[in-house]
């Protein structure tokens, strides 16, 4: 069938009655791959120079801005992803904006790169953390209605990890073990994403309309 403006959408049949698939919904779940992208790009990268060349001064001040780059795809997958329920979709936002808060406070205080800062002063994973809490709740969300194997390992990896450090029970073998595993499961969490159909990704709108109605 087609739009008012004669486009072509496409029917399917949802939990509580048929729904459309339009041109607009399809560039929303682009904007979210897109997003996803471009977190793990970035964040693939800086593992890579971390865990390759070392902590060295040059890597630490490329890790700052790889940092900011992976902050912006995640915003825009935040923005763009389709969950259900409202509230912890909202939840998952404030999540990244508390992390993103706290980084950019601990990189106009301190002197020193941004990695360096949280590597030495766990507490900051505190604050910093909830950027990648939000990050796990899209690999939860995307395990649960997907059943994705990688997302399912990254789940409760990230924690693991990031827990460990603050905690410090981790050593120091061990994280790097982790950060690697962390990395090639985001690649191909993001690969897996790019050649996956389209309507998936945006659900039962159906289901979006009767959870409105219910004003949640």
């Not at 779940?29 to 971390?50: E, K, N, P, Q």
């Not at 990695?115 to 969300?141: D, N």
């Not at 990395?183 to 159906?206: E, M, W, Y």
Request: charged share 10%; proline share 5%.
């Amino acid at each position: 069938m087609t739009n008012n403006e004669g486009l072509m959408t496409d029917i399917y049949q949802g939990q509580f009655g048929e729904f459309t698939i339009d041109r607009g919904d399809r560039i929303g779940v682009i904007v979210y791959r897109s997003g996803l992208c471009v977190a793990a790009g970035s964040f693939i990268v800086g593992t890579g120079l971390l865990l390759f060349l070392g902590g060295t001064s040059t890597v630490l001040q490329i890790l700052t801005p790889l940092f900011w780059l992976f902050s912006a795809g995640l915003a825009v997958s935040l923005l763009a992803i389709h969950i259900y329920l409202i509230p912890l979709h909202r939840l998952l936002q404030v999540f990244f904006l508390t992390g993103t808060l706290t980084a950019a406070i601990l990189a106009w205080q301190t002197p020193e790169p941004l990695a360096l800062a949280v590597y030495y002063r766990p507490i900051t994973l505190l604050g910093i953390g909830f950027t990648f809490a939000a990050l796990t709740g899209i690999y939860f969300k995307e395990a649960f209605c997907f059943n994705r194997l990688e997302t399912k390992l990254l789940t409760p990896l990230v924690p693991i990890l990031l827990l460990g450090h603050l905690v410090g029970i981790l050593p120091v073998g061990v994280e790097r073990g982790l950060l690697a595993a962390w990395s090639l499961l985001f690649a191909l969490f993001a690969i897996r994403k790019t050649i996956q159909p389209i309507p998936p990704d945006i659900g039962d709108k159906s289901v979006f309309a009767y959870l409105k109605k219910q004003g949640n």
